[in-house]
C-alpha cells in the first residue's frame, strides 16, 4: 500500500504534468495541497481531490488514489478511454493540421484567382 507522496509521484509521472499544471488542470485554486502531499506533510489524497483527479483523468482508480490498493489505472478504463491530457494532445495536433491545410487551401486558392481572371487573360492576350 502506497501513501499519498508515492501516489502522488505516480499521477504526475503518468499525467505528465507539473504540480502547477495539475492544480490547475484539476481546478485547485493553489497547488499547496499537492505539494503538501508530495513533502509528506499532508499523508493521504483526500476524497474531494481525488475527485478532481478522477475528473480530469477518468482512466485513474480513485479507489487507488484514496488507499493506495490496487492499480492507477482503472481496469475498466484499460480499453482506449480518453483522458483530458490524451485528448489536449489530440486537439492539438488536429488544429494544426487543419490550419495546414486551410493555409494550403488559401494558397490554390490564390493561385486558381490569379491565374484564371479575366484582366490576367487579357493582358496576356495582347
Not at 15 to 33: A, V, W, Y
Not at 48 to 71: D, H, M
Amino acid at each position: 500500500m502506497n501513501d499519498g507522496k508515492a501516489i502522488l509521484l505516480e499521477v504526475l509521472a503518468y499525467t505528465k504534468e507539473s504540480i502547477n499544471s495539475l492544480s490547475e488542470k484539476i481546478g485547485l485554486k493553489r497547488s499547496q495541497n499537492l505539494y503538501d502531499i508530495k513533502s509528506g506533510k499532508v499523508k493521504k489524497i483526500s476524497s474531494e481531490l481525488s475527485e478532481k483527479i478522477c475528473q480530469a483523468y477518468p482512466s485513474l482508480n480513485r479507489e487507488y488514489l484514496l488507499t493506495g490498493e490496487g492499480e492507477l489505472i482503472s481496469k475498466n478504463n484499460k480499453s482506449k478511454e480518453y483522458d483530458i491530457h490524451d485528448l489536449e494532445s489530440m486537439v492539438s495536433e488536429y488544429k494544426e493540421k487543419y490550419y495546414n491545410a486551410l493555409e494550403e487551401i488559401r494558397e490554390l486558392n490564390k493561385r486558381l484567382r490569379d491565374k484564371g481572371s479575366p484582366t490576367n487573360n487579357l493582358k496576356k492576350a495582347k
